[in-house]
C-alpha cells in the first residue's frame, strides 16, 4: 500500500457495498420466509398427496438457497466493514500526519519521506542550521537511533519531521497489512456454482465465520459490547442501542452469541440459532461422511470347548475402538438435527404456526441443548413453557417438539382470535438415569437457566402483564420448576407438575404464583409413573416428603386418564382415537387460562 493510493481510497465506498450486500441479504431472508412461513405453510394446510411432497421438497432447496445467500451476503458485508474500519483507521492517522507536514511546511515525498526548511539563526550572525530529508521506520530501535541523531541537530525540524515520517509510514504499515489480511478473506467468500446448498457449502460457511470473524477483532471492539454476564433486561437495552448496521454484523459473526442472549426478540435468536444449526448441521455431516464404512464382517465364529461361539471379528473391534464412539456422538447429533428440520417444514400442517429455534447448541454438558418455540412468544397472548426430565438429550428432540406441539394445538383451539406459543425448553444437563434423579443437585444448577429465559421471555414480550405464562415441568423438570421458584419470584402465572418426583418444597403455596395456580398430574395406576413420583418422595426431593400430588401439598389435583398399568409416565400427551386426552385437555385449559374447565380429582 504507497501513500497516493491510501490518501485517495475512499473507504466509504466499501462501507456502501456492505450496505448492498446487507440489503440482499436482507430479500434473500424475506424470500425464505415467505417460502417457509407462506407458500409451504398455506400448502401444507391445504393440499395433501405425493404432489404435495415433490413441490416442497423443491421448494425447500429453493429456501435453502435463499439462506445460505442470506448468511453469506452478512459474511460478506461484514468483512467489507470490517475492512473499511481497518483502512478507515490507518487513513485517518496518515492524513493527520500530512495535515501537521503541511502546517509546518514540510514537504512530504511520494515515498513517505519528509523534507524539512533549515533553522533559523539564534542571534542573527550565525549562518542558520541546514534543512534536510528523513524516511520514517517502524523498527523500535532504529527509530530510537534516529530521535538521538535528530535531538543533536540544532534544526529543531529535524526531529519534528522524523516524527511525522515515522507515523506515516506506520499508518502505511496498517494499511498494508489490513489490505494483506482481508483480501484472501474476502475472495473466500463465494459459493459453488450449482443450485444445490450442501453439507459441504455450510461447513465451508462455518470455516468462513470463523476467518471473517478473526480479520474482524479489532471492527467490532469499536461496537459496543454485549454486556459481561448481563441480564436479560440488559441484553436488551444493548441490542437496542446498536445501529442496524451494527445488528447485522454482530448477528453474521457472532450467531451463538446472540442466540443464547435471553431477552432479545425471538425472530433475532432464530436468525442467528439457525444459522449456528444449519452450519453445524453440515459440520456433523461432513465428520460422519469422512469416517471408514463399518467392516461388513462384523462377527466371525470360533470354535471352543463349549462349542461354536459368535464373536466379533479383529477388524471390527478395531474400526469400533476408533470410530465408533464418535460415529455414534455424530448420529446422536444429528438425528437431533433431523428432528428440528422435520418441525420446520411441518410449519402450517393442522394450523401448526411457525417454528423459533431459540437455542441450539450440539455439545451443552454432552446431551446437547435445544430450545423451540410453536409460534412467536414474543407477541403471544398465551406462554407455554415445557420443560423436560430425566433421560432427555438431544437425540430425542423429536418427542420433546411433539409434547409441546400437542400443548400448542390443544391450547390454541381453546383461544380462537387469541395466539398460544408453547415452549420446549432443554437448555440444562438432565440426569440420564434414575440414580442420577435421585439428587436434586442438577436441579439446582438448571434453576438460574431457566430464571433467566423466563425472565428473558418476558422482557422481549413487553413485560409481566403482555402474556399469560405456564410453566410444564414433567418429571425431573417439575424439581427444575420448583427449584428455580424457591429461589426466585418466578416470572410465570400458572405451574403444572407431570409425574414429578418433587419440586423442593412443602407446600404449593410456597412456590411463589399462589396455591391456586399451581397444578399437578399423576398417573396412578401406572407403575412406572408410581415409581418416580413416590421414590422421589423417598429421596427427599420434596421438603418433608411432599408431592405436588399429595392433598397435604395444597395443588390443584387434576385429573389423568393415560398409559397403562406398566406405563404411564410419559403418556400425560396421549390421544385417544385422535381426541386429546384427559390429562392433555386438562393442561390444555390451564395454558389458555380456562382455568374453570379443567376437570380435577
Known sequence: MDLATLKKLKPSEFEQAADGYRATGDMASAAKDEIDNVIVAGMNKALKGKALDAAIKGLKKLSANFHYTQTQCGLVSAALNGFAHDMDAAQKKLLAALDDAEARQFTVGADGSVTYPEGQSANGVEKPSKGGSVSGTTDPTAQAVGRQAANLDPNPHHIEALAIADRIVVALKEATEADNKWAPKIRALKADDDLTVSHHDWADAKSDMAGVSKGAEHYLDSIKHPPKDGDPKANAEWWKELTPEERADYLALRPKVVGEMNGLPAETRDEANRIVFEETRGKYQMDLDSIPAEPANKYTVINTVNGPVQTYTDEWLSWNQEYGDRKAGLEKVLNGAKAIQERFDRTGEQGLPEAYLLGFDPKGEDDGRVILANGNPDTADHTAIYVPGTGTNIEGTGGGIDRSEAMWRESQHLVPGQSVSSIYWFDYDAPDSIPQAMSGSRAEHAGPRLEDFLQGTQTAQGGPEASHTTVIGHSYGSTVIGETARHNHIPADDIIALGSPGMQVEH??????????????????????????????????????????????????MQNDTGSFLSGHSSYWDYNAGQASVSLQNQAAVIAGRHGDVKLE
Open 508 to 557: 404449593a403455596k410456597d412456590l411463589g404464583v399462589g396455591a391456586d395456580h399451581v397444578w399437578a398430574e399423576g398417573a396412578d395406576g401406572s407403575v412406572d409413573d408410581a415409581v418416580v413420583r413416590h421414590g422421589g418422595r423417598l429421596v427427599g426431593l420434596g421438603d418433608w416428603w411432599a408431592n405436588p400430588t399429595d392433598e397435604d401439598f395444597g395443588a390443584n389435583v
